[in-house]
């Protein structure tokens, strides 16, 4: 909400070509704020964290998998720090399922998260 109130225009500041005053963080955060007070029956983010550092990135993953919404939140992301809190993970390779199954599981046997998850802590 604070974020908004310093928005030029608050909840009514235009977003895409015409936003010119905002920064990608702020476009992102403003967005998502519409999304999730819409509180729609499935809400369907393909990297909602993309523009943020690491840190708030993964605190944002872990607010949006606790959001109270009412809907199914279908959540695409690469990042996978914070997908311990997610009812269920797939993974997809080109298309295909390969692997599904909670977080914790999906560690604990081998497999294209397990990679993914080693990756991205070598990253780190």
């Not at 720090?81 to 199954?101: M, S």
Request: a negative charge; proline letters at 6%; zero cysteines.
């Amino acid at each position: 909400a604070e974020v908004v109130e310093e928005l030029p225009e608050g909840w009514d500041t235009v977003v895409g070509a015409g936003g010119r005053g905002l920064s990608g963080g702020q476009r992102q955060r403003l967005l998502l704020a519409r999304a999730l007070l819409a509180d729609p029956p499935v809400l369907v983010l393909d990297e909602p964290a993309e523009a943020l550092d690491p840190v708030a990135a993964d605190a944002l993953t872990r607010d949006l998998l606790e959001w109270p919404g009412g809907g199914t939140l279908l959540l695409v992301t690469h990042r996978l720090a914070a997908l311990d809190a997610a009812d269920e993970v797939v993974v997809l390779d080109r298309g295909r399922i390969v692997q599904r199954g909670r977080h914790g599981e999906l560690l604990a046997a081998p497999g294209a998260y397990r990679d993914l998850w080693d990756a991205e802590l070598l990253a780190a």
